[in-house]
């Protein structure tokens, strides 16, 4: 049998690491070719891994709730082959006699690679991203800093065995936090493997009853302890809330953005999703306030086409869209995310509809591919659901505009030369002042509030 690492793969969209958020599988577990594993979250969406191999799970590297890099092992199968070397050993194997027919399946962007013929075969070592474990031995170019090198016991020379301390993920972060050098520790685990009693019995020498007055001054006497002051909750910024928080900063030091206001009187258009909806062929589509807002969006961005545009720094042009690409802000437990309605000029009002809510929901649910959370040429951000009359939204990075739809408000409004209830609501477009100037932004949002105001009103949009 032969041992074989699954490192995280590249997943695309830039990502360069991933949070485990489950095993579908357990150490001694029989899988199959394709079989799903594990799930990670990346910045982006949730993905759920296949299995490389067929054969038998001899060891998990990772724990849930870990932030893992590209290239770096998530779990050990044992598969029928040529005996395989330990995990976490750079090896150069012999030449490998296997046939073509022999070898496993090729995953595209995971799981191991076929061997070149007459090709020596090494096994990636943890934490480094570039090789899987079959991969054709290429002589890897010396990292700008060396890795530490464990105390183990010598190895056979002719296998040219470099080992650096072997620890899992989460003790390799433990640590970090701790400024322990995994070198100065001495592991019990199996093959000298680090373990988490070992940093802890490495901590050991009681805590002096008076903290010198040099680390009073660097850290909290919690921190010392390794532990948290009672009155802080630490939340790691990773996931999609780290990706946010990235694509917010750039976007608001990226680009000169303003916005502008409109409350309008709605009511036309609230009775006329009344109407819509009790029709039994869109029954099931059920129109709602923001498919109606998308369709005016779409509608009002062809008189105003700078609002579905970008800005090319390279080439100092701005890059208007004929393809209107609509993204749906959507608040899930994950965070924000941004899923997009594909084409959304040529869907009608019961297409557009069906789509967004099924982004919501897929949304919602965790299982948004990263592919959908892309390419987007114009945003809305519905701040109304939760009871919200306005706001100053921030710019998508690389989009010219974004449009903020706040509550329906029950008020009373002139009407008809007196004084009515009314369902009044305000919208917000924030846009790229380098791309739209304020009277296309206004004209724009004019547009959009004319339509809402008065749906049968685009008979006359030219």
């Not at 990502?15 to 150490?27: G, I, R």
Request: glycine residues 8%; proline residues 9%.
């Amino acid at each position: 049998m032969a041992v074989k690492d699954f490192a995280l793969p590249d997943l695309g969209e830039g990502l360069t690491e991933s949070e485990l958020v489950s095993w579908h599988v357990a150490v001694g577990d029989t899988v199959r070719l394709n079989q799903i594993i594990a799930e990670v979250e990346t910045a982006k969406a949730l993905v759920e891994l296949p299995a490389p191999y067929a054969g038998t799970v001899s060891r998990l590297y990772v724990e849930p709730g870990v932030t893992v890099s590209v290239g770096e092992p998530l779990v050990a199968f044992e598969v029928a082959g040529a005996p395989g070397t330990e995990p976490g050993l750079d090896v150069e194997a012999e030449p490998s006699t296997e046939t073509e027919e022999a070898r496993e399946p090729m995953l595209v962007g995971y799981g191991a690679r076929p061997d070149a013929q007459g090709r020596p075969a090494r096994r990636a070592r943890p934490g480094l991203a570039a090789h899987t474990a079959t991969e054709p031995a290429v002589p890897p170019a010396a990292p700008s800093v060396p890795a530490p090198i464990a105390a183990a016991p010598e190895p056979p020379a002719a296998t040219q065995v470099r080992e650096r301390p072997r620890a899992t993920p989460p003790v390799r972060k433990l640590a970090r936090e701790r400024g322990i050098d995994l070198a100065t520790v001495t592991g019990t685990g199996e093959r000298g493997l680090v373990t988490r009693a070992d940093l802890d019995a490495y901590q050991a020498p009681p805590v002096p009853t008076t903290v010198p007055t040099t680390m009073q001054t660097t850290a909290p006497a919690a921190a010392i302890a390794g532990g948290e002051a009672a009155d802080e909750l630490r939340i790691p910024i990773r996931g999609v809330r780290k990706a946010t928080a990235e694509a917010m900063v750039r976007s608001a030091f990226g680009a000169p953005q303003a916005t502008v206001f409109l409350t309008v009187d709605a009511t036309p258009t609230t009775e006329l999703i009344q109407r819509l909806r009790a029709r039994t062929d869109l029954a099931e589509a059920r129109p709602g306030l923001l498919a109606v807002v998308a369709k005016a969006l779409c509608l009002a961005a062809r008189r105003t086409p700078e609002v579905n545009s970008r800005w090319d720094e390279a080439a100092q042009e701005i890059v208007q869209t004929r393809a209107i690409h609509v993204g749906i802000a959507a608040a899930t437990p994950r965070g924000l995310l941004v899923p997009v309605v594909r084409d959304a000029d040529a869907l009608s009002l019961a297409e557009l509809s069906g789509a967004i809510r099924e982004l919501a929901v897929t949304a919602r649910s965790g299982k948004t591919p990263p592919s959908a959370l892309t390419g987007g040429t114009i945003t809305i951000t519905n701040v109304g659901i939760f009871g919200v009359d306005a706001g100053t939204p921030i710019l998508t990075p690389g989009e010219a505009a974004i449009l903020a739809v706040g509550a329906v408000r029950r008020q009373p409004w002139e009407h008809d030369g007196g004084i009515a209830l009314r369902d009044v609501l305000t919208l917000a477009l924030t846009f790229d002042h380098r791309i739209v100037d304020g009277a296309q932004g206004s004209r724009f949002l004019a547009d959009v509030g004319r339509i809402l105001a008065d749906p049968a009103s685009v008979l006359a949009l030219v």
